[in-house]
């Protein structure tokens, strides 16, 4: 099996983590995670992260600022108001939830 460059450096980071983190899923190990996941989908392009962050990549290493959600504006709820008829469906899913449908 052929891997990208991309996928390789991805494999390799997520194989060495968890000894980079002391075999803790920390705060610091979450973050880092997801920085090499969203590095990874943007292809290590910088100018792709507008596509998931529109007000930029976060700078803060805080719990919520890596979450897609809120980067994008999203509230629970929106999705049924009378500004989303006419629109894509953006329904943010909930735990435990598997399917839902748009009308």
């Known amino acids: ?3 990208s ?4 450096n991805l494999l390799r ?3 060495d983590a968890p000894q980079e983190h002391g075999y803790r899923y920390t705060e610091e190990a979450r973050i880092a995670l997801l920085k090499e996941l969203f590095r990874s989908l943007r292809c290590h392009r910088r100018e792709y992260m ?3 962050f529109p007000k930029g990549e976060p700078t803060e290493n805080i719990p919520g600022a890596w979450k897609l959600s809120s980067a994008q504006g999203a509230t ?3 999705e049924y108001g009378a500004g989303a008829r ?3 469906c953006g329904h943010i899913f909930k735990s435990g939830e598997a399917t839902y449908r748009c009308k």
Request: aromatic share 16%; proline share 5%.
């Open 1 to 3: 099996m052929f891997l």
């Open 5 to 8: 460059e991309s996928e390789s």
């Open 13 to 15: 980071r997520l194989r």
């Open 50 to 52: 507008g596509y998931f």
């Open 76 to 78: 629970e709820g929106a």
């Open 86 to 88: 006419g629109k894509p």
